[in-house]
């Protein structure tokens, strides 16, 4: 795959200022050098030095016809993204000119890169491990600035940091007991293995405490605002967006669909989904808006269940709090600037051991405490970020929840006085978990499925 030369765009589809063609492997260079011309009519390339931008013209090398006036550069490898030569067209960003300039690259020899494919050479070429290389997709799909700090830190290499030497203190471990089977106890020094056992799976704990943490920060938190209609939920999402995002009338069942928005709290991207009124209705409309709502709040990751202070309960009330008896939710006594009907220890035998927090939704009384309740049901018996690397992809977290797993049952079996094989067996096993979080033991399977989820181009 590395012999081949790739071509892609790698700028968004659609209208721009700018759009890129990007060239990757031996033939960028003489492939550029077949279109690019430093002047209209000039039948002979430039020659071109390495990472210098040029201007000039995309001509059809069969007809000479000029396609676009571009910069180029040319980066010679490995001083490049991917280690190879590397040629990037910065044409003018609409779809006609990207696409005739990809078909000319694809014509002389080039082929289109598959989704992922410049990062997974990077990868390959040793200039980035895995953990960094699916960082470049989180750098790319960060929502708040404290994701996007993160997934810088893990591109610098600070969690890969981390974890190879979580892997060399197993791997010294590893040779000494394999030694041991191997030759006489006399010929081998003596060396301490519960010690480093203990310290390795320590350090694995520490790692792990701060998972979920990281988790929400890069994929976010779906929140789903749910009560029977007319209890503010839509003043309550405006309210938070800071913004008229939703319809709010006195009427009840004004809100017929789920309507969702993004919203940056304290850095965690939050999806607050609002939803209609659950009731029973005869009207079509209003019906499928209520089921909606029932699956929006069985998917949430956190519900506020909206209660109107100023009116008693109804049954309605008791049958949303029917559908939250294992959900993470915050019960949200709301319209607190209008004569109370509903005291808090009444509200809260509804959703019992939930938080109750007190909102004027269209004053903006109760807001801050709303939004502290969020945060700490988010980070409830999570650990808060720290100053340590921290771990914020689910496929790492399994891969240490593994390589836990084997390092416990060979400290087990080490202790136990068991044949030193059962120890190395668990330790090989933790070595191969934690190497594929930075790629020493991937599988082409796991190669796959990971860069898939990048796009063309990148």
């Known amino acids: 795959m590395l012999d081949d030369t790739v071509a892609a765009i790698s700028t968004p589809i659609g209208e721009g200022g700018i759009g890129i063609v990007r060239l990757s492997g031996p033939r960028a260079l003489a492939i550029a050098g077949e279109l690019f011309r430093r002047r209209r009519g000039l039948t002979?390339?430039?020659?071109?030095?390495?990472?210098?931008?040029?201007?000039?013209?995309?001509?059809?090398?069969?007809?000479?016809?000029?396609?676009?006036?571009?910069?180029?550069?040319?980066?010679?490898?490995?001083?490049?993204?991917?280690?190879?030569?590397?040629?990037?067209?910065?044409?003018?960003?609409?779809?006609?000119?990207?696409?005739?300039?990809?078909?000319?690259c694809l014509r002389l020899g080039a082929r289109?890169?598959?989704?992922?494919?410049?990062?997974?050479?990077?990868?390959?070429?040793?200039?980035?491990?895995?953990?960094?290389?699916e960082s470049v997709l989180d750098v790319v799909r960060a929502r708040t600035?404290?994701?996007?700090?993160?997934?810088?830190?893990?591109?610098?290499?600070?969690?890969?940091?981390?974890i190879r030497d979580l892997r060399r203190q197993v791997l010294e471990v590893l040779a000494y007991l394999t030694a041991t089977i191997d030759f006489v106890e006399d010929e081998i020094p003596p060396q301490d293995v519960a010690g480093p056992l203990e310290m390795t799976l320590a350090r694995v704990d520490e790692l792990l405490a701060s998972a979920d943490a990281g988790i929400v920060y890069r994929q976010g938190l779906q929140v789903a605002i749910v009560g029977r209609p007319?209890?503010?939920?839509?003043?309550?999402?405006?309210?938070l967006l800071r913004q008229e995002r939703a319809i709010v009338t006195p009427i009840p069942g004004t809100t017929r669909d789920t309507l969702a928005e993004t919203l940056n709290l304290r850095g965690?991207?939050?999806?607050?989904?609002?939803?209609?009124?659950?009731?029973?209705?005869?009207?079509?409309?209003?019906?499928?808006?209520?089921?909606?709502?029932?699956?929006?709040?069985?998917?949430?990751?956190?519900?506020?269940?909206?209660?109107?202070?100023?009116?008693?309960?109804?049954?309605?009330?008791?049958?949303?709090?029917?559908?939250?008896?294992d959900k993470p939710a915050v019960l949200v006594l709301n319209k607190a600037d209008l004569p109370t009907a509903i005291s808090a220890a009444e509200a809260a035998a509804l959703v019992p051991g939930r938080p109750l927090v007190r909102t004027a939704a269209t004053g903006g009384e109760g807001l801050a405490e709303l939004e502290e309740a969020i945060v700490q049901a988010v980070f409830a018996g999570r650990a808060a970020p720290s100053a340590e690397p921290l771990v914020s992809n689910p496929r790492h977290k399994q891969a240490l929840w593994r390589a836990r797993e084997h390092l416990a049952a060979a400290r087990e079996a080490y202790a136990a006085g068991l044949?030193?094989?059962?120890?190395?067996?668990?330790?090989?096993?933790a070595v191969n978990a934690l190497g594929e979080i930075t790629g020493e033991s991937a599988t082409e399977d796991l190669l796959d499925t990971i860069f898939n989820q990048f796009c063309i181009g990148k």
């Open 145 to 162: 600035e404290t994701g996007l700090r993160l997934a810088v830190e893990q591109l610098g290499g600070r969690l890969s940091s981390a």
């Open 112 to 133: 289109l890169a598959e989704p992922g494919e410049l990062t997974l050479r990077a990868f390959l070429n040793g200039r980035l491990d895995l953990a960094q290389a």
């Open 419 to 429: 044949p030193v094989d059962c120890a190395t067996i668990d330790l090989s096993a």
């Open 230 to 239: 007319n209890v503010g939920k839509s003043s309550l999402l405006n309210a």
């Open 268 to 325: 965690i991207p939050v999806v607050l989904v609002d939803t209609a009124g659950i009731r029973e209705s005869d009207q079509l409309v209003e019906r499928l808006g209520v089921e909606r709502s029932r699956r929006a709040t069985a998917a949430a990751d956190l519900v506020l269940f909206v209660l109107a202070g100023d009116e008693p309960l109804t049954g309605y009330d008791r049958e949303v709090a029917a559908l939250l008896a």
């Open 44 to 104: 002979m390339a430039p020659a071109l030095r390495s990472h210098r931008l040029y201007h000039g013209w995309i001509c059809d090398p069969q007809s000479g016809e000029p396609l676009d006036e571009v910069l180029l550069a040319y980066m010679r490898g490995p001083g490049t993204y991917t280690r190879e030569d590397v040629v990037e067209i910065d044409c003018h960003g609409g779809p006609l000119p990207l696409r005739r300039v990809l078909e000319l």
